[in-house]
T-cell receptor, first 113, second 114 residues
Framework: AQSVSQHNHHVILSEAASLELGCNYSYGGTVNLFWYVQYPGQHLQLLLKYFSGDPLVKGIKGFEAEFIKSKFSFNLRKPSVQWSDTAEYFCAVSNTGGFKTIFGAGTRLFVKA | SQTIHQWPATLVQPVGSPLSLECTVEGTSNPNLYWYRQAAGRGLQLLFYSVGIGQISSEVPQNLSASRPQDRQFILSSKKLLLSDSGFYLC?????????????FGPGTRLTVT
């Protein structure tokens, strides 16, 4: 069955700490991978995506993610978090074209100032 | 630039009543359109998607239906709401034919069935 597993539901960090959010997926065929973010009071928005090429992708606000095909993983990282990174983060996987996108349960990140 | 609208923002409806949620997209033509339900701690569940007017694909059997009467309008409906229909409903669009498939989300509708 197709699924996306996010390892942590809640993460609390202090400013300047490093962040890594785990994401593993089960999905047949060629996949596109995404991290979306929902800041408090805002729409869900794209943080970064992978669909081909370099497996290390960089997104907005200093975030990056690495696609490791052999591990079916797409972990999100940021070397030094800021209070403004407090948000809910969703990993997602889709087929080519994005019709059948499967989302993970989300990780709520709280960054202490 | 493209924008996506959803209304209403919040809705409280009794069990057994009908439902109509509307989503419209501006600034693009022939988008793919999607309806999701977001439940706390469970991520987003894809309910319906549409690749064109009148073309609806249902992902999960349920008490809901969707229609696309115009190119940039997507409607989520129910004839009789159940308590289990409560949730946060998100509409999204994506560029048709774009292989990367990222989606753009609306502000959502919070539905409470009482």
């Amino acid at each position: 069955a197709q699924s996306v597993s996010q390892h942590n539901h809640h993460v609390i960090l202090s400013e300047a700490a490093s962040l890594e959010l785990g994401c593993n997926y089960s999905y047949g065929g060629t996949v596109n991978l995404f991290w979306y973010v929902q800041y408090p009071g805002q729409h869900l928005q794209l943080l970064l995506k992978y669909f081909s090429g370099d497996p290390l992708v960089k997104g907005i606000k200093g975030f990056e993610a690495e696609f490791i095909k052999s591990k079916f993983s797409f972990n999100l990282r940021k070397p030094s978090v800021q209070w403004s990174d407090t948000a809910e983060y969703f990993c997602a996987v889709s087929n080519t074209g994005g019709f059948k996108t499967i989302f993970g349960a989300g990780t709520r990140l709280f960054v202490k100032a | 630039s493209q924008t996506i609208h959803q209304w209403p923002a919040t809705l409280v409806q009794p069990v057994g009543s009908p439902l109509s949620l509307e989503c419209t997209v501006e600034g693009t033509s022939n988008p793919n359109l999607y309806w999701y339900r977001q439940a706390a701690g469970r991520g987003l569940q894809l309910l319906f998607y549409s690749v064109g007017i009148g073309q609806i694909s249902s992902e999960v059997p349920q008490n809901l239906s969707a229609s696309r009467p115009q190119d940039r309008q997507f409607i989520l409906s129910s004839k009789k709401l159940l308590l289990s229909d409560s949730g946060f409903y998100l509409c999204a669009w994506s560029v048709i034919g774009l292989s990367s498939g990222e989606q753009y989300f609306g502000p959502g509708t919070r539905l409470t069935v009482t």
